[in-house]
């Protein structure tokens, strides 16, 4: 069953979405992963992104449970 969730976007991905967060609805990481990457501007980086499930990463076949807040962090570079 799909659930109600928050995507937040940190960095290069909050910028290809034009926003910091959005609710979307989706089954599980990997049924999300497919939704977010139907739109051109969040493929590449989504791609490159690791995806965390209430501040854990998640099997892609792991369920999303209603609520819950999903963070996609691309690469950052640092020194």
């Not at 992963?33 to 792991?62: G, I, K, N, T, W």
């Amino acid at each position: 069953m799909a659930s109600e969730v928050t995507v937040r976007y940190w960095a290069g991905a909050r910028r290809a979405a034009g926003r910091e967060s959005e609710r979307v609805t989706a089954v599980d990481v990997a049924d999300l992963r497919a939704q977010l990457q139907r739109r051109p501007e969040l493929a590449a980086v989504l791609a490159a992104s690791s995806v965390l499930v209430d501040a854990v990463r998640r099997a892609e076949d792991q369920p999303l449970e209603p609520g819950a807040v999903v963070d996609i962090l691309p690469p950052f570079a640092g020194g």
